[in-house]
């Protein structure tokens, strides 16, 4: 009897991830950008930053082709010319007009260069930011060295109990901006974040969250962290979301310690019952894929935290060598 109960337990995790399967499959058939719709604004401004960073990209080596990079001018001409026509036009857009116009100044002798400098006096928009390219040092690189990185990363602990004092607009607000230098699939930046203070919010939202009994009533801010779905079109890229948004999430963690935030990881492995009804009680936009959540919080004067001790170097690291 005991081993038909295992079995059971067995086949019911495969059923499960199966539901699960389904749910994912069913949610990049509607919500990414499979399809092509250049006329939305949002899929084509993630096909834009894929376009123009692969002019960045042309731009900054150092030994570059000339005659490099005229195909994807093209293709981002034409973006650019479909946000014209249907009066859409977004933040990569006008990063990519930026990145376009730097791009030809490259090659002013050219006749491509030429055919798009005529095209593109017909758009009616531009960017006031920096793009394309610019210089850096190593003086530049090494400020951002730690000279005892181990204090820094080693300090980070998961809270679960906090002052009462809530963490201020501000202060978030910063901690996003500093972990929007993650690096994203071709620079699409497909991360949304959702922040409440508010307790009805917070409950409704921790409410389908399990992993944080005991506490959860008592987390002064909670955050949402979510990926956009419609950034991305291949159907290799099925996950790229997900790896774009968790790279996001440990960046915004480290930046709330940096700021000196606790934090306290809450995972969103739901099923899809679960994600339903969280969708059907906080206002999260169906193409964003949750990735996770967070308990955010200044620390006391003394808390208790667990050690969590870490594996073994030497069972985490493999050095690769010449293949026989």
Known sequence: MIQIFSNLRRYGRLIKALDGYIYDFKRYHKQSSWKGDLKNKNPRNYH??????????SLSFKNR??????????LLLNLLKKAEENNNVGYHDRAGLSTLIRFIEENPHSANAE??????????????????????????????????????FLS?????????????????????KLAMKTPSACNRQAWHIYHTADQNVKNRALKFQTGNRGF???????????????????????????IDGGMFAMSFIYSLHSLGIASCCLNWSQSPKMDKLLRANVNIQPNHSVIMMLA???????????????RPLNEIFTNLTTIN
């Open 65 to 74: 082709k000339k005659d490099s990079g005229w195909d994807n001018a093209f």
């Open 156 to 176: 980070r602990f998961s809270l679960r109990e906090f002052k009462p004092e809530l963490v201020s607009e501000n202060l978030i607000e910063r901690a996003v």
């Open 216 to 242: 959860g009533e008592n987390i002064p801010n909670l955050v949402i962290i979510t990926a956009d779905q419609q950034a991305f079109m291949p159907g290799q890229e099925r996950y790229q979301h997900w």
């Open 115 to 152: 055919r798009i400098k005529q095209e593109i006096k017909n758009l009616n928009f531009f960017s006031a930011d920096e793009h394309g390219i610019k210089t850096f040092t190593s003086n530049d690189f090494l400020k951002g060295k730690l000279k005892n990185p181990e204090n820094f």
């Open 48 to 57: 834009s930053v894929k376009i123009y960073h692969a002019l960045e990209k």
């Open 296 to 310: 955010i919080g200044f620390p006391d004067e003394e808390n208790n935290v667990c050690l969590s001790a870490r």
